[in-house]
């Protein structure tokens, strides 16, 4: 990213100046709204936006007929597309669908779907986040596609026959998150990595069929066709048997997340990967051809997990071969990138409180969604800056302005000076990436000790919003001396 593209003015333009929005003056409106966004992302509107004028100059915009969820998340898209085609290395797209609870507004009334339990109302949002892989690590490349469903009330009676056919099924969110994403340039690997939720017949059969590149936790124990079987004595029907007799190619670690009673840990994993025809399914849900599917299984499983954990195990499906234990790693490590997804939900809800619109009309929340599902993506991209492998050694000021950098040392050598000559050398205005992102993280309350690991989501969060109030305080200090200095 070119220098001070954190800023969020550049950021702004960047992700929505090329809006079709039919008027020159809708676009600036919402470019100039989308930069109050991102430097105040948190809150209700009334907050983020608290110059009157800001906000009702919103509220006008989203009044527009022409200002819809498509038109609004259309420039960001084509960009991320861009990003994704000019990538060197491979391209996850993640796909995954999160519920947005609007039920408490009543007036939306049945412009909303159930979801959850059946007791709240709102959308289901089905994403599609672009991940880039390279020499440098993990990056973050922007929201390729999403689709606001809402779930429709199945009549009594309704046939399976009639249920295949109902274009509201919400099976096909799988399908149009990858149609929106469009296939790959040549010469170029996309893989699509989805959870147990796109383990169905119909999406596999679309993957398979299109040659696109997936990997899929399998959450149904299918049936196998041919001579899936590993010597005379253990021939296997089912996919789970099969990939649990599968031979160990090699024991590799594994980061698994904190959870529950039991702290974050590096498991040993076994790896065991081989080769399956899918039996074509005769009673499969959707628009299926029965087709059977020559696909790869990888079995990854926890030996000797902590006593009252249970063991860790992923049985993963995908078109690519994993012949090898280098090759089975690599799907294995494709999809642990997944997770990445669900932070994304969590900066849609707590990052930039998508939930707390409450606009009474449909027509203006969609597109108000677009708007902040897009800053939540741009945003996720600074966590990620920070874990790149130059982060130590990559100046700050490619990616922010001076005056970030500058606002940020200078409160490190404050705090410093305040904890004795004892304390911790300050960080100088030469700060690295990950030096800026720590001290960032630090102002929305992040301790920095040695056990922490990463910045997490919400004090990157906090940390950016309090950086931006600071910064203009700077920039009105700078102003008033420079006016000082010119009338002496």
Known sequence: ?????????????????????????????LVKTAELLMARPDGRLPQKLADRADLVGLYRLLDCERVTHASVLEPHRRLTHATMAAHDGVVLVIHDTTELDFGGVAALGE?????GNGGCRGYLCHNALAVGLGEGGRQVLGLVHQVLHRRRVVPAGETPAQKRAHEGRESRLWLAGCEGCGPAPDGRLWVDVCDRGADTVEFIEYQVSRGRHFVIRVAKDRNLEGDDHLGADRIHHKLRSYARDLPVLGTRSLEVPASGRHAARAAAMTVA??????????????????????????????????PGALPLEWVLLSDLPADTFERACQRVDWYGHRPVIEDYHKGQKSGVSVEQSRFIEASRLRPLVALLSVVAAVLLTLRDAGRQRDADVRPATDLLPE?????????????????????????????????????????????ARKSDGHPGWQTLWRGWATLQLMVEGAMAIMAIVDERCVHE
């Not at 074509?280 to 079995?299: I, P, T």
């Not at 911790?424 to 960032?440: A, D, N, Y």
Request: charged share 30%; aromatic share 8%.
């Open 403 to 447: 005056v970030y950098v500058k606002v940020m040392a200078a409160r490190s050598a404050k705090r410093a000076r305040e904890k004795g000559p004892r304390a911790r050398p300050p960080v100088t205005k030469h700060m690295s990436v990950r030096e800026f992102v720590v001290e960032l993280a630090k102002l929305g309350g992040f301790m």
């Open 1 to 29: 990213m070119e220098a001070a593209g954190f800023e969020p003015s550049v950021l702004a333009l960047r992700h929505f100046g090329a809006a079709k929005l039919w008027d020159r003056r809708r676009t600036r409106r």
């Open 111 to 115: 412009e909303l779907g159930q979801i």
């Open 273 to 306: 990967a081989g080769p399956l025809r899918l039996r074509a399914s005769r009673f499969a849900r959707g628009n299926c051809a029965g087709m059977a599917m020559d696909l790869w299984v990888v079995r990854v499983a926890e030996v000797d997990p902590p």
